[in-house]
């Protein structure tokens, strides 16, 4: 049978994309003067390590990166039946069974489609093959800001028309339709599994709200239950059924960005501030019967979406409800400050507390700190800080960690309010390129190892030790132990699964390693 013309030219143009990809691996290293280097792609050319499969039982594979310059460079070695007796020994604990992870991601804020947008068409596939497709980083989660943030060019809602309590003049803005829903598409194309979407709004429009403005302190006029409050509760739903007509349905939402910012005096950028109680109320009330009573009555709702140090408070506050609780399913959590909360004192104990609740990360990023600010190029303390804290937040029940934007320029923005970060992917737009930072591949050594229904299991350490640490068995059967060197202590070690035998192996200075094996 011929091939009709629109197939025939689908089929070239994916032989095309798969020898492109496959002749690409290394990456091409670009010092700026910072303690690492980042990872130089163009329009045609991008490390990759391509799509991962396990070799044979009794085989495993590494892939690791370091601060000396190694981005998951690939190994294999053999399982041996008998220890080498010396150091330190990690024995894997299959019975000892924790949550299952549900994915790894970014966000797609006005800023990462403008900064995607800005280069070249083949560039841009690029940008997102890397993320999004099977030789990618294996992302499967997605924040998408509901109108703008303080990573938007200007401020906006969807529904800036005073009064409009029926949503007659509800609008996607011109960021949504013209950027970030084609590209949301074209990453739904690359991926091999369905996005998990997931949407947050930063601030109500102005005319809904105490203080009349989209920044500053201020919540929502009226009490739950009244007509503002319903309101903003079908801003949401319309915000689902606008997006449902280019074929994006969302798996979550949250009830609103940092509701901490919005009680703060002179917040410099868009927020709504609640207070748990308030925010229990208008879940129970109003957020949680719209959405039952909406077309997508599935979507999951997510507390909190703010630092941890507001847990275990936050959680018991709204939890403890019933009428709120049916309509939950998750606490979301943002990383800033965890140095300063205990991971077992706020995650830990909101677990225990709340079995049936999941534990999710929602935002991060580097260079957020007054003190170690916006881009740094080649940084490998950033990456090591990611990689700390998602390590910290999978050993304590988290079961998703979301980057925030999937790509910034040089200065660390755009940011209308000048609130420049880092970001894993920097483009350039003058020279058609963009950078993967150490920190695109913090992210790598979890998201692309780790698939959706991963159960983290234990891990048994034979001695104390300045490794950090974290197991998993994989829907397959398959184990991955992803380890973090950042030590200077000196250290060897072994792992040890009972299944299969022994792994010698070594994490260098500065390193972050992925094993894994199979077991049957
Ligand atoms: C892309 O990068 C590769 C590897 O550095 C280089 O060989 C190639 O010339 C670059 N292509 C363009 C269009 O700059
Ligand atoms: C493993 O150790 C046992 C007992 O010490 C020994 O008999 C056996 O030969 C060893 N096997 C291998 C493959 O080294
Ligand atoms: C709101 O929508 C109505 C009818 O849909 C239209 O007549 C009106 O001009 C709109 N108002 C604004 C401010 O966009
Ligand atoms: C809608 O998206 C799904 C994947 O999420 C895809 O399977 C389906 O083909 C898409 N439908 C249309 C009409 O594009
Ligand atoms: C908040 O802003 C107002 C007006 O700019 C100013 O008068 C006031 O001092 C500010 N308050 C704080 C706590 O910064
Ligand atoms: C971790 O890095 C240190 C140097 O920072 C090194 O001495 C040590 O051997 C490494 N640990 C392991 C287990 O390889």
Excluded at 260 to 266: D, E, I, P, R, V
Excluded at 414 to 421: A, D, E, G, L, Q
């Amino acid at each position: 049978m011929a091939l009709s013309l629109p197939s025939a030219v689908a089929l070239v143009f994916l032989t095309a994309q798969v020898t492109h990809s496959a002749e690409s691996n290394k990456c091409v290293g670009r010092n700026f003067g910072h303690d690492s280097v980042v990872c130089e792609c163009n329009s045609t050319y991008c490390d990759s390590v391509g799509s991962v499969t396990l070799p044979p039982l009794g085989q495993y594979s590494s892939y690791l990166s370091s601060m000396a310059g190694s981005r998951l460079e690939p190994g294999r070695g053999q399982v041996q039946v008998n220890s080498t007796g010396a150091g330190l020994r990690l024995t894997v604990v299959p019975y000892q069974k924790y949550q299952k992870i549900r994915g790894f991601g970014g966000a797609m804020t006005d800023a990462a489609a403008i900064n995607i947008l800005s280069l070249s068409a083949g560039a841009q596939d690029q940008l997102l093959r890397q993320y999004f497709s099977s030789e990618g980083i294996g992302y499967s989660v997605v924040r998408v800001p509901m109108a703008s943030c303080d990573f938007s060019t200007r401020l906006y809602t969807y529904a800036d028309t005073p009064g409009d309590y029926n949503l007659d003049n509800f609008t996607l803005a011109p960021e949504d339709v013209n950027m970030k829903i084609p590209l949301l598409q074209r990453a739904q194309a690359l991926s091999p599994r369905p996005l998990s979407l997931l949407a947050s709004a930063w601030s109500a429009p102005a005319w809904m709200k105490t203080n009349d403005a989209l920044i500053g302190k201020g919540s929502l006029k009226g009490q739950p239950g009244g007509k503002e409050h319903k309101t903003w509760a079908q801003y949401y739903i319309r915000f689902l059924e606008e997006y449902a007509k280019y074929n994006l349905t969302f798996w979550a939402l949250t009830t609103g960005n940092e509701p901490s910012a919005g009680q703060m005096t002179n917040y410099s950028f868009q927020a709504l501030g609640f207070t748990p109680e308030e925010q229990r109320d208008w879940v129970a009330l109003d957020l949680g019967p719209a959405l039952h009573a909406s077309s997508y009555p599935h979507t999951h709702i997510l507390i909190l979406d703010d630092n941890r140090l507001l847990l275990p408070h936050w959680a018991k506050v709204v939890l403890n409800d019933i009428h709120a609780g049916r309509y939950i399913h998750g606490v979301a959590v943002h990383w800033y400050m965890d140095s300063l909360v205990p991971a077992e004192m706020s995650l830990g104990v909101t677990h225990h507390l709340y079995p049936d609740y999941y534990l999710f990360g929602t935002e991060a990023c580097a260079g957020w700190n007054p003190l170690d600010r916006g881009v740094k190029l080649g940084s490998w303390d950033r990456a090591e800080q990611y990689a700390h804290d998602i390590m910290e937040d999978l050993n304590h029940y988290v079961v998703g960690w979301t980057d925030w934007n999937l790509a910034l320029d040089q200065t660390g923005g755009p940011n209308w309010v000048k609130n420049f970060v880092d970001s894993p992917v920097i483009v350039d737009t003058k020279r058609d390129v963009f950078y993967k930072q150490p920190t695109f591949y913090s992210m790598a050594h979890f998201s692309k190892f780790l698939w959706e229904g991963s159960q983290r299991v234990g891990v048994s350490a034979s001695r104390k030790t300045d490794l950090e640490y974290s197991a998993f068995i994989r829907p397959d059967g398959s184990v991955v132990l992803i380890i973090l060197n950042r030590s200077s202590s000196v250290i060897l070690f072994e792992v040890w699964d009972p299944a299969v035998g022994y792994i010698t192996s070594t994490a260098p200075a500065h390193s972050l390693l992925t094993l894994a094996w199979n077991t049957h």
